[in-house]
C-alpha cells in the first residue's frame, strides 16, 4: 500500500492504541491447547452469577421480533430509570454500554482547541473518546492510586469543557465520599461538564459511595454515567444510560446513532431492574469474594489497592508480565495493567467462590509459596 493511512488519520488518533479488553476464554483455549471449561476468567469485571432468570425470559420472548428494528427511543427503559431514580423521562439518555455514552459526551463537547481533564490509572476510554475528537487529553497525577480532586480542579482552565471522574475508580478500585465530591462540583466552573462514572456503584453497601444523582438538582453541569454490565449481569448486551439535565440529554441525543441499544437488550435491562434479589445475590457474592481473595493476599504477604468494585488490584512489588504469563498458562485469566501506569500489579476480577479459590491456589504455586 502506498499510502499512510495512519499519517492521514487526525493527531489524537495517530497518538491512540487500541484498547485491550480481558483475554477470551476461547482465544487462550486455541493459543494453549487448553480445555476451555478448565479456563477461568477474572480478567473483565464480569458478573460471575450468570444472568437474571428474569432476564433470560425477557430476551425468548424478544426472539420472534428479531426482524424488527428496536424502539429508538428505549421508552420503556427510560420511562423505568426516570421512576426508579425519580427524574424525568427527558433526563435520561441511554446507551451502548456506559462507554457510548462517554463517546457521546466527547462528540459533543469537545474539539480541537478543547480538553478534557481526568486522573491517572483512570479508565482507558477517557483518553480514547478525548483524543479521538482531536482534543487534548489531561492527565492529573494521582494522590494514593486514587483521584487527586483538588490537582484536577487546579488542570482545568478556559478550554475545559469536560472533567471525567469515576467513583469508584477502575482499575485501582478507589473512591471518594460525598464531601469531597460536593466540594468538587462546587468548585468546578458552570461551563465544564462534570461527568461521573459509576458503572461500579451497584457493588456499594448502603451510604458507603455518594449517590451521584443526589446532587443533579443542585449542579446542572453534572451527568451520571452508569451500565447494565456490571452487577446487573448484562456485559454482553451492552447497555448503560446517563442521567443528566433535560438540556444536557437533548444534546447528546444529537449525536447518538439511531438504534443504538437492541431490542434484546432493552428488554433484558427492563427486566434487570425488576429483580432485585438478583441485584442482592450480586452483592452478597461480591462482599464475600473481596474476603476471599483478600484474606489471600494476606496470607501471601502482597500488598492490595481496597476497593469499591468488584475487582480489586494487587501489588507483587516486581514487573506482573512475567507472573501473569504464568497464570495464563495453568488457564487462569486476570488482567495485567501496565498500561494504566501499574507495572507491578494485576486486577483481578471477583469470580464465585471455586473460581477464587482456584485462583489463589495457582497464584501460591506461580509464586513458589
Known amino acids: 500500500m502506498s499510502c499512510d493511512f495512519l499519517a492521514l488519520a487526525q493527531p489524537g488518533v495517530q497518538k491512540l492504541s487500541p484498547y485491550v479488553p480481558g483475554k477470551p476464554v476461547d482465544e487462550l483455549a486455541r493459543e494453549l491447547n487448553l480445555d476451555p471449561r478448565t479456563i477461568v476468567k477474572l480478567a473483565s469485571n464480569e458478573n460471575p452469577l450468570g444472568p437474571s432468570p428474569r432476564v433470560i425470559e425477557a430476551i425468548r ?5 428479531l426482524t424488527r428494528y428496536p424502539d429508538g427511543n428505549g421508552f420503556l427503559l427510560k420511562q423505568k430509570l426516570a421512576q426508579r431514580y ?3 423521562i427527558e433526563q435520561v439518555t441511554l446507551g451502548n454500554g456506559s462507554n457510548d455514552i462517554l463517546e457521546l459526551v466527547a462528540r459533543a463537547y469537545l474539539a480541537p482547541g478543547l480538553n478534557a481533564v481526568f486522573s491517572e490509572h483512570a479508565f482507558a476510554v477517557y483518553p480514547i473518546a ?21 490537582a484536577m480542579l487546579a488542570a482545568i482552565d478556559t478550554n475545559t469543557r469536560v472533567v471525567f471522574i469515576a467513583n469508584p475508580n477502575n482499575p485501582t478500585g478507589t473512591w471518594f465520599g460525598a464531601e469531597a465530591l460536593e466540594r468538587f462540583l462546587v468548585a468546578v466552573p458552570e461551563h465544564v461538564l462534570v461527568v461521573l462514572d459509576e458503572a461500579y456503584i451497584e457493588y456499594a453497601a448502603d451510604g458507603e459511595l455518594p449517590d451521584g444523582l443526589a446532587f443533579l438538582n443542585t449542579h446542572p453541569n453534572l451527568l451520571v454515567s452508569r451500565t447494565f454490565s456490571k452487577a446487573y449481569g448484562l456485559a454482553a448486551l451492552r447497555v448503560g444510560y446517563a442521567i443528566c439535565s433535560a438540556q444536557i440529554a437533548d444534546v447528546l441525543n444529537r449525536v447518538r446513532q439511531p438504534f ?17 434479589e438478583y441485584l442482592n445475590r450480586s452483592r452478597a457474592s461480591n462482599a464475600a469474594g473481596m474476603q476471599q481473595l483478600e484474606a489471600g493476599f494476606s496470607e501471601l504477604g502482597l500488598e492490595w489497592i481496597p476497593s469499591r468494585g468488584n475487582f480489586i488490584a494487587v501489588d507483587f512489588g516486581q514487573d506482573a508480565a512475567p507472573i501473569n504469563q504464568a497464570l495464563l498458562r495453568d488457564g487462569v485469566i486476570v488482567r495485567p495493567v501496565a498500561g494504566y501506569g501499574m507495572p507491578t500489579f494485576l486486577r483481578v476480577s471477583i469470580g464465585t467462590e471455586t473460581e477464587n479459590a482456584r485462583f489463589l ?3 501460591r504455586k506461580v509464586l513458589g509459596r
Open 260 to 276: 443504538n441499544v437492541n431490542s434484546i437488550a432493552l428488554a433484558a435491562a427492563c427486566a434487570a431492574l425488576d429483580d432485585g
Open 61 to 65: 420472548a424478544q426472539l420472534d421480533e
Open 130 to 150: 478525548t483524543q479521538a475528537v482531536g482534543a487534548q487529553a489531561k492527565a492529573v497525577p494521582a494522590k494514593q492510586w486514587g483521584h487527586d480532586l483538588d
Open 86 to 88: 425519580e427524574v424525568g
Open 361 to 363: 491456589d495457582v497464584l
